[in-house]
């Protein structure tokens, strides 16, 4: 609140008026200018200032050992430019430092008085702080008649105002009452009006009196308008406030009077019903007492209002949680083995993980229940895996989807002072099963967010913890909750998008993409029996051949998993269906010869690796989401200066690996007979072929360095070889990733030599056998171990030396 002037302005002489008593103040051309945020200083009114920003003390301390005077003005809330001019308004007041006191802290606390308008007509310095040259702007007018009226109806409103609101100052209400200057008036009341920056503001910028009475007098009759409204609103919510509470006396009165004639009170056989099912839900102390508190809570609303309804809802959660109930586990390790076996092909890791868990549950009854993580791409079966696990145990089954959850209450639930408040989706997962031991499947744990609402991955955090889960408590429930006996598996396809501290608290399983025999098997022994009952067709109907699903998987499909092949499988069942329904067939038999007249063209084509050697040109193995690939490595150069360009939409990781191979080969050009001075000579261009598919990874290093290597030697590479391994610039070859799925890769393109990291023989124990026998490998530590398996001898037509 801005307060009048306890003392004016020393002046001589008698004021005509009408006039400002700050008029007959000398204010010097240039003042230093303070610039305040969300303030407007009117002409005689005081107010109070924080200054901490270094400059503005120092622009205080030469004020203070001066005239003391210097200009404020308020800052533009949305300057339209950079521009010093345009960050404040051009129109503020001259002021006067009447105190000064310094803050422990290094600020300054300052009371200021408003002496005159000024306007800022040049700014003439900005630094150590803002120096402005000013003209004062004085009305001089004297008061019209409209203007006395003006000056009565702002005294009269603003005594109403006073009266309404018991914040206004009772100096401010003196003043105004006894201040002669319409001028100084209009100022004082402005200052104490509850307006925006923008409306002082234009009441500053005012400088003829008529209008600025105006001004004031439009802004005060607005203010006491929304005080009467406000005043109306509250008188209407006591009424309605008052009513309710008649009616809720006039309800337990009629409960009284029900009571004295033995009649049953409302709500009575409901509240009899709770009261025997809190005994029979058999929970623990703690919860069995909260459930009590909550029932006589409840008898003493009455049934219409809505707390009785909250209440209601949450003692109903209470009694219907599984506290004690579990179901028996089955834990004959050769019934489970047989039904995991029967559900999916493969997957022997995570087969044997679940066999295991049942042996030690065998042994170990109490033992708490494990929390798995599968991780592998799409289709691969990591959901289904889940529901056959449930089988074998003989549990309950129920899964919940976790992508783009990212409220913390979807897991931990909504405290009951919300309305429509309810439990999370774990304690909702329980009731639903009915006991507390199933099995439940957070799907999709890496597709988590997070936003304002909280964190769902650190909510986790306590349910998927074995030392914590056991006291778990929901926030509407607010009593603990065993989830120990939960057997919690959580799917994924990136294990990197989990947060650390939740991929820490789970057994990770990876389960890789399936290769293509694998696909045939679970095609014949899952997917087709499957569509030919779910399309209404007998296994005498139709039947597909190992080559014609071979060549459904390599033609119509690129998947890590099996999903769309199950539906080629379900479109060629349907066609089949129709002709056999239209009399046009009995039966068919799906070859690689016959897929062309069901499924049309093949949308995908397998590359052909020509025999004939080439220079530049070697074949990298790589690894995609859909299984192994070869990849093609070219390289060229042309006469320029040594640049080296990739292209192939190459990641970094990538890019760096062509950068060492070349910079390796520079290195070591007279240990491999290569001229250095030519190379420096020309610009290098390597480019991988597909170029609209991103590609990325260090297991391409060894590729890079022989397509360098046989350009700059003009040597040709074996085109029946391929290679994978990432290098380093001392010319050591380091192990690699994804080594399954490049080997099948190499094998279906027909190549006949794998180059692999001599770290990665171990690995060779996860390609099947039959993939193995057809092809030959070289395991290599170095760079020269590479190019001397890869490189043939220089051709008989001597390749052309560019210079």
């Not at 360095?705 to 380091?734: K, N, Y």
Request: hydrophobic share 40%.
């Amino acid at each position: 609140m801005t307060l009048p002037p306890q003392d004016p302005p020393a002046s001589s002489g008698k004021k005509p008026s009408g006039q400002d008593e700050s008029d007959l103040i000398h204010i010097p051309e240039v003042l230093p200018a303070m610039l305040i945020n969300d303030v407007i200083i009117f002409p005689n009114t005081i107010a109070p200032l924080v200054v901490s920003a270094e400059p503005i003390i120092k622009l205080v301390n030469d004020t203070l050992s001066g005239s003391k005077m210097m200009a404020a003005f308020a800052r533009v809330p949305d300057p339209i430019s950079e521009n010093p001019e345009d960050q404040f308004y051009h129109i503020g007041s001259a002021v006067q430092i009447l105190k000064m006191f310094r803050v422990p802290d290094g600020s300054l606390r300052l009371l200021v008085q408003g002496l005159v308008r000024v306007e800022r007509t040049r700014i003439i310095e900005t630094s150590p702080y803002l120096k402005v040259e000013i003209k004062p702007l004085r009305s001089g007018q004297r008061v019209s008649l409209e203007g006395e009226a003006l000056v009565k109806r702002i005294v009269s409103d603003f005594t109403k105002l006073a009266e309404s609101n018991q914040t206004v100052p009772e100096e401010v209400k003196i003043a105004v009452y006894n201040i002669t200057d319409p001028g100084a008036l209009a100022d004082i009341v402005a200052s104490n009006l509850s307006i925006s920056l923008d409306q002082k503001q234009e009441i500053l910028e005012a400088v003829a009196l008529k209008e600025r009475l105006g001004l004031v007098a439009t802004q005060l009759a607005r203010e006491l308008k929304l005080i009467q409204l406000g005043s109306e609103i509250q008188t209407r919510v006591e009424s309605e406030m008052a009513h309710g509470q008649r009616e809720y006396f006039l309800r337990e009165q009629m409960k009284a009077i029900r009571r004295e004639l033995g009649e049953d009170i409302e709500g009575g056989a409901e509240i009899a019903e709770f009261e025997q099912q809190i005994k029979a839900a058999n929970m623990p102390p703690v919860a069995e007492e909260a459930a009590t508190k909550e029932l006589e809570r409840m008898k003493r609303m009455s049934s219409a209002s809505a707390e009785y309804t909250v209440s209601r809802t949450y003692l109903e959660w209470l009694v219907a949680l599984p506290w004690q109930k579990t179901t028996d586990e089955e834990l004959d390790v050769e019934r489970a083995r047989k039904i995991l076996d029967r559900d999916h092909y493969g997957l022997d890791d995570v087969k044997n993980r679940i066999l295991e868990f049942l042996a030690v549950r065998k042994l170990r009854p109490t033992g708490k229940g494990p929390i798995l993580c599968f991780i592998g791409p799409p289709g691969v079966g990591k959901t289904s895996l889940g529901k056959s696990i449930a089988v074998a145990l003989n549990r309950e089954f129920s899964r919940m989807s976790l992508g783009g959850v990212r409220d913390e209450a979807e897991i931990r639930g909504h405290r009951r002072t919300y309305v429509g408040a309810l439990p999370g989706r774990i304690i909702q997962s329980v009731r639903r099963v009915g006991v507390k031991n199933p099995v439940i499947m957070l799907d999709e744990i890496d597709k988590l967010g997070a936003d304002f609402r909280g964190d769902p991955a650190s909510a986790l955090l306590e349910v998927l913890d074995p030392a914590q889960n056991a006291t778990f408590q929901d926030h509407y429930l607010d009593v603990e909750f065993d989830l120990s006996k939960v057997f919690f598996i959580t799917t994924a396809n990136d294990v990197n998008a989990i947060p650390g501290p939740l991929r820490d608290r789970m057994e990770i399983i990876e389960i890789p993409s399936y290769i293509t025999p694998e696909k045939i098997q679970i095609a014949k022994h899952y997917l087709v029996p499957r569509q030919i009952d779910e399309n209404g067709l007998t296994k005498t109907d139709v039947t597909f051949s190992d080559k014609g699903l071979s060549t459904i998987i390599l033609g119509y499909t690129r998947e890590a998993g099996v999903r769309k092949l199950e539906q080629q499988i379900a479109s060629i069942c349907r066609k089949i269906a129709r002709k056999i329904v239209t009399g046009k067939r009995t039966r068919a038999t799906v070859t690689d010869k016959t897929v062309y007249d069901y499924l049309g063209p093949a949308q995908y084509l397998e590359d052909t690796v020509k025999e004939v050697p080439g220079v530049g040109v070697a074949l990298g193995l790589a690894w995609t989401p859909v299984g192994g690939d070869v990849l093609v490595i070219e390289s060229t150069w042309m006469p320029g200066s040594k640049q080296l360009q990739v292209t192939g939409q190459l990641g970094d990781v990538m890019k760096e690996s062509a950068q060492i191979a070349l910079s390796y080969l520079r290195a070591n050009s007279e240990k491999y007979h290569l001229d250095n001075d030519i190379i420096a000579r020309h610009d290098i261009h390597i480019h991988v072929p597909a170029g609209a598919t991103p590609k990325d990874g260090p297991s391409a290093g060894v590729t890079l360095t022989t397509s360098l290597a046989s350009l700059f030697s003009t040597r040709p590479v074996r085109r029946d070889l391929g290679m994978t391994g990432e290098i380093t610039l001392s010319g050591r070859v380091l192990p690699i990733g994804g080594l399954r799925e490049k080997i099948v890769a190499a094998s279906r393109h027909g190549l006949k030599t794998v180059i692999i990291p001599r770290a990665n023989e171990k690995d060779l124990f996860f390609v099947p056998a039959h993939i193995r026998k057809t092809l030959q490998f070289k395991f290599v530590d170095t760079i020269d171990d590479v190019l001397n398996l890869a490189l043939m001898s220089s051709p008989k037509k001597k390749v052309r030396t560019k210079s």
